[in-house]
């Protein structure tokens, strides 16, 4: 069974770029998560599709946003980069329903100069 | 708002000795998930081991365990017999219980551990 697979692994951005990064949960799992680490916050929660909907919001401007599609896979985009968007973004995918594992994938480390 | 602490950002522990990790959190909450999480250079996270609040019982994995005091809400990770595959840093997370509306997946981590293993 493949794991959570994001695309792409490293990507390297331009201040006031946009960026859009990809992430194929597991087959079968219908909850998306995403979240940005970064050596002085840590992890922080993003967002979270569940059936194409956005269930859940962390508190990040609005220059981030997501989307899921009808197969569960899941974008999200950063618009107008900072150089502080530099980060190790990671996705995270469920089951959904009332199963609570949730499986990474290796993340995307965006870097913006 | 949920907060999880990791008081301890650096660890070391020689090779099959036996090293705990603490993790204390805050939450208003009385049913909900722990879990402990590493992250190897790789960068990928995994899963180590989770614990239901409702359970009384400590998770147990293998060489790993946790000491989970629901009243003092401390949550902290037992590694018995260390190997060298075992240096990574260590995540402590909570999750909120689901709710009938359909599940919410955020996790709160904490700073994490990173945990050593020498020879």
């Known amino acids: 069974k493949a794991g959570v697979t994001q695309t792409p692994r490293y990507l390297i951005k331009t201040r006031g770029q946009q960026v859009t990064l990809s992430c194929s949960p597991i087959s079968g799992h219908r909850s998306v998560s995403w979240y940005q680490q970064t050596p002085g916050q840590g992890l922080q929660f993003l967002f979270e599709?569940?059936?194409?909907?956005?269930?859940n919001k962390g508190n990040f401007p609005g220059r981030f946003s997501g989307r899921q599609f009808s197969n569960s896979r899941s974008e999200m985009n950063v618009s107008t980069l900072e150089l502080g968007d530099s980060a190790l973004y990671l996705c995270?995918?469920?089951?959904?329903?009332?199963?609570?594992?949730?499986?990474f994938g290796q993340g995307t480390r965006l870097t913006v100069v | 708002a949920q907060t999880v602490t990791q008081s301890q950002p650096e660890m070391s522990v020689q090779e099959a000795e036996t090293v705990t990790l603490s993790c204390t959190y805050d939450t208003s909450e009385s049913d909900y998930y722990l879990f402990w999480y590493k992250q190897p250079p790789s960068r990928q996270m995994i899963l180590v081991i989770r614990?239901?609040?409702?359970?009384?019982q400590n998770a147990t994995e293998n060489r790993f365990s946790v000491n989970f005091q629901k009243a003092a809400k401390s949550f902290s990770l037992k590694i018995s017999d260390s190997q060298l595959g075992d240096a990574a840093m260590y995540f402590c997370a909570y999750r909120s219980a689901p709710t009938f509306t359909g599940t919410a997946s955020k996790l709160t981590f904490g700073t994490g551990t990173r945990l050593q293993v020498t020879l």
């Open positions: 995270a995918s469920s089951l959904g329903g009332d199963n609570t594992e949730a499986f």
């Open positions: 614990q239901e609040a409702y359970k009384q």
């Open positions: 599709y569940f059936s194409e909907t956005q269930r």
